[in-house]
């Protein structure tokens, strides 16, 4: 595997897979032209891909670190870059560099711990690196459950991974919503936040919780009517994410720099910061 060093020289990467995740969600799969992975990296650590010429953003890198062939990025259809890359083919060239921010703590603080990942939408992205490696290792940790919401059941993102390997995992329980009835859905229908409230967790839980801010808000709500405190919920805060390395400045929260300090915080270490997330 090419180990890089040196995060702000790119490398070249070499898109081999393509795969329509949702209406506006596509996943791709990215090596080096030597049909390696690009760098290491931890479990909700960044990338920055880069089109000459078009520009470059930061996108959460969607496969576990113990995948060690190649890197994958779930990628919404929302600006500039994100339309070119969708309009992208297998065997097209970018750049990436990285990784970039800090990780979730999963052989520390999540060790030996029961887990509840909670995500809508396309912030499950970030949180696959995750739920995949504790997944791979999971005689380090306790049960885990999943609550994942969307719009429609054609907005679940990863959704045959889901059903054909997460649901079949032994230890790990599945949750599935999509906001309003629809004729091939016989299951759950309802908001995340009234979901989790509506499964009625244990608080002997370490909780990562990804999602919009109004999501987040009322899922907190619930979970802190649950019983959960602050110091037992995780969240990532990449989208705020620029430079990647604390010089634009344009992440600064308060004392923090999502980036350097981040982009994974604890909830009780975000109310020490102005309310500017």
Request: hydrophobic share 35%.
């Amino acid at each position: 595997m090419n180990t890089r060093r040196e995060p702000l020289i790119p490398v070249v990467g070499v898109i081999t897979d393509v795969r329509l995740d949702t209406p506006d969600i596509k996943t791709f799969r990215v090596v080096t032209p030597d049909g390696k992975k690009a760098f290491d990296h931890r479990p909700g650590q960044c990338a920055m891909l880069s089109i000459p010429g078009v520009g470059e953003a930061m996108f959460s890198i969607t496969s576990s670190p113990t995948n060690t062939e190649y890197m994958e990025f779930s990628i919404k259809k929302c600006g500039c870059v994100t339309e070119w890359l969708h309009q992208a083919e297998v065997g097209q060239n970018i750049t990436i560099r990285g990784p970039y921010g800090n990780p979730f703590p999963v052989d520390t603080e999540f060790a030996g711990k029961n887990l509840l990942f909670i995500a809508g939408g396309v912030a499950l992205a970030p949180l696959r690196s995750v739920i995949n490696y504790v997944r791979h290792y999971k005689d380090r940790y306790g049960k885990i459950d999943i609550v994942y919401g969307a719009r429609s059941k054609e907005d679940l993102l990863q959704y045959r991974e889901i059903i054909d390997e997460w649901c079949k995992d032994e230890g790990v329980t599945v949750y599935l919503t999509i906001d309003r009835e629809q004729a091939d859905w016989d299951g759950h229908v309802g908001f995340v936040p009234n979901y989790v409230k509506e499964l009625g967790f244990d608080t002997d839980k370490t909780v990562i919780l990804c999602g919009p801010p109004i999501m987040i808000k009322f899922t907190l709500a619930g979970l802190t009517e649950l019983g959960f405190k602050k110091e037992q919920v995780y969240t990532t805060l990449e989208l705020k994410m620029k430079c990647a390395i604390g010089k634009c400045g344009r992440c600064n929260v308060g004392s923090k720099y999502v980036c350097k300090d981040g982009p994974v915080f604890r909830l009780d270490e975000l109310d020490e910061l102005p309310n500017e997330y």
